[in-house]
């Protein structure tokens, strides 16, 4: 099996979870915090269907660490590729990372409540959200800089790569 083969299971991937994204009823994840002077607002969390995408996501881009590369055929043209490269790169890292993140603040609101939710939204501030926010996006940045860096330490193509044929 080579870097080709997997160009298809990603993109099976995106398309269902572009599916399932505007069919399921709640398909918000992570974390978002709002701060002005008219108000404030915290939503965040998971769903279980995001995460088994997160989940497929992240043992798809491993795989694709781990096979030989292959030599493609004609790509699309240089400039463009890369454009399309990206952005496919950067949805399924969102893909796979904001899930995971949603777990977190999901967890410290269920401790803090006691009553489970996949998903909550609140507008009252409660110590330690800022906190929570800053280490969201902190770990967010982090796994996005993993995620573009690991393909070129090890010399490999991108999952994004992989499907616009470059």
Same mark, same amino acid.
């Given at each position: ?138 770990? *967010? ?18 999952? *994004? ?6």
């Amino acid at each position: 099996m080579t870097a080709k083969h997997l160009k298809w299971p990603f993109i099976g991937l995106l398309a269902t979870f572009v599916f399932v994204a505007n069919v399921a009823e709640n398909s918000i994840f992570g974390i978002s915090s709002q701060w002005s002077s008219s108000g404030y607002r915290l939503s965040a969390g998971t769903q279980p269907w995001a995460l088994v995408f997160s989940l497929v996501a992240i043992g798809l881009y491993f795989l694709l660490m781990h096979v030989p590369p292959a030599r493609l055929g004609d790509p699309l043209p240089v400039v463009f590729r890369r454009f399309v490269a990206f952005w496919l790169d950067f949805v399924l890292a969102i893909m796979a990372i904001a899930p995971i993140l949603g777990i977190v603040p999901m967890l410290t609101e269920w401790k803090r409540t006691g009553v489970f939710r996949w998903y909550f939204e609140r507008t009252t501030h409660v110590t330690g959200d800022g906190l929570l926010a800053f280490g969201g996006v902190s770990v *967010g940045i982090a796994a996005l800089v993993f995620y573009y860096a690991l393909p070129l330490l090890w010399s490999r193509p991108s999952p *994004g790569t992989c499907i616009a044929g470059y």
